[in-house]
């Protein structure tokens, strides 16, 4: 089981490797990919985001970024989130989730024309990749970031 802690304004959660149990402390920028300090498995990695901190977490990112545009008051947001850290969970390593909430982060809900919550966008090399609205199971969703890790990157 992983348990990633989040605090607000922090640059790094504690997640436990699911592999070993050993707690590690993940940066929510950082070169590379987070790995087990101990066993080396890789490690899902889920962040937050917001109108400050959204370039430097999500769009520079070397590792392919699933974004979450979501709100507390939204009810297939609430539904959502667990799938998509699930998602994380199983691809770690391959993407990294960056959770926006959009009460606190207007700039970016208007630069990506968020009209809807959930809003889940796939950003590679700096670009988005692929974008869908709505909520969607576990399945659904790990298909749909598959497919768009597959896909060429497009400019």
Known sequence: MVVAVSVPDVTSDIVACA????RNRVRATAAGKPVCGKCRAALPWIV???????????EQSSTPVLVDFWAPWCGPCRAVGPALEQVARDLAGQVKL???NVDHAPRLSQRFAVQAVPTL????DGHVAARQVGAAPAAMLRRWVEQGLAAPTVH
């Open 48 to 58: 937050d985001a917001g109108d400050d901190t959204f370039a430097e977490v999500a």
């Open 121 to 124: 966008m796939l950003i590679r």
């Open 98 to 100: 960056v959770k926006v």
């Open 19 to 22: 592999s070993c149990g050993q």
